[in-house]
């Protein structure tokens, strides 16, 4: 049997020019694990947001675009080569949009007589739009495409020594600095989400310790994961319950997503007396808009508006050594198993 692994992250546009963002958008909004509506109503809210947002994104992607590009996939290239660097099969990369596309990765992979791949994606936790949607997409496409690769999937890591260890490791630097409180800004998902993929029926957002109470419906929990994550992060690095917090950015229309909201936050924390914020946002192994646009850039003219006086965002894991080994060491389980 031969074996190799695929990576797969969220995607980007081909560039930052209108057209190629407006493309990327269609892609995106349009899975139904995003905007989880009937079709015809899908495509007639994703069709009023092409009006006005792809304008809006493009000018800010333009803003953190690269000389090599997108700063998601150039990110996510470096650690596909640095994990191949150390692992002896074939590791392939691929986003769930746009390029480089999954058809393109299990292609290649089929050509090499791949038969047995082991997926990660790149998203540390379970949620619908982004955890599961690679995962469902990889399995439709290796199907039609190469029936004879089995497909194995690296579960949510979300508590993992090994990733808790780098996520530690990559912020230690900003820690020894010194701040007067750190924010742990998760990427958001509409509260129906977790109804939708509470396994049990009975747990997600139904009482008020949900995430606290052991339950099944935590295996696919993104909120409950992310508070694991925290409680793992918080431990490892020795900080006391009154200098964090958590808070949940990038919501998108009128329905009501997990709170708090990071951009609400940032205004209130000055008023608490927080002058010197770092914040850091787990859900996230690589930069990309949403953390260098959204809470680098827009989300420190809120803090430092409201009162603060010093911001700091903590660069992503991208491509710390210890990230690298953590990927190393779930490809090397895979390889070892028979």
Not at 131 to 142: D, G, K, L, P, S
Request: hydrophobic share 45%.
């Amino acid at each position: 049997m031969s074996k190799a692994v695929l990576l797969v992250n969220l995607g980007s546009p081909d560039s930052p020019k209108v057209g190629d963002v407006r493309r990327y958008l269609n892609e995106f909004l349009m899975d139904g694990r995003v905007i989880d509506v009937a079709w015809p109503l899908r495509r007639l809210i994703v069709g009023f947001i092409l009006i006005n947002r792809p304008k809006e994104s493009a000018h800010a992607y333009s803003t953190v675009w690269t000389k090599e590009g997108s700063p998601l996939v150039v990110t996510s290239r470096h650690v596909q080569q640095l994990v191949q660097a150390q692992v002896p099969v074939p590791v392939e990369l691929a986003m769930r949009y746009q390029n480089p596309s999954i058809t393109a990765a299990v292609k290649k992979l089929a050509a090499q007589g791949i038969t047995e791949v082991l997926l990660i994606p790149l998203f540390p936790h379970f949620a619908m739009s982004s955890y599961e949607t690679a995962v469902v997409r990889v399995q439709e496409v290796a199907a039609q495409l190469a029936p004879q690769m089995k497909v194995k999937v690296q579960p949510p890591y979300f508590a993992d020594p090994d990733y808790l260890a780098a996520l530690v490791a990559s912020a230690e630097p900003q820690l020894k600095a010194g701040y007067d409180h750190l924010l742990f800004s998760f990427h958001g998902i509409p509260e129906r989400h977790l109804y939708k993929s509470d396994t049990t029926g009975c747990n997600c957002l139904r009482v008020s310790n949900c995430c606290e109470m052991a339950s099944p419906a935590h295996a696919t929990c993104y909120r409950a994961q992310c508070f694991k994550t925290v409680a793992g992060f918080v431990a490892r690095a020795g900080i006391p319950p009154e200098k964090y917090s958590v808070a949940f950015q990038s919501r998108l229309g009128n329905d009501p997503w997990l709170k708090p909201y990071t951009d609400f936050e940032l205004q209130i924390l000055p008023k608490r007396g927080v002058k010197k914020l770092l914040v850091i946002c787990p859900a996230f192994v690589s930069d990309c808009l949403e953390t260098i646009e959204e809470i680098g850039e827009r989300g420190r003219e809120t803090f430092l508006e409201a009162g603060g006086k010093e911001f700091a965002l903590i660069p992503c894991m991208n491509e710390h050594p210890q990230w690298i080994a953590a990927l190393k060491n779930m490809a090397g389980k895979f390889l070892a198993a028979k």
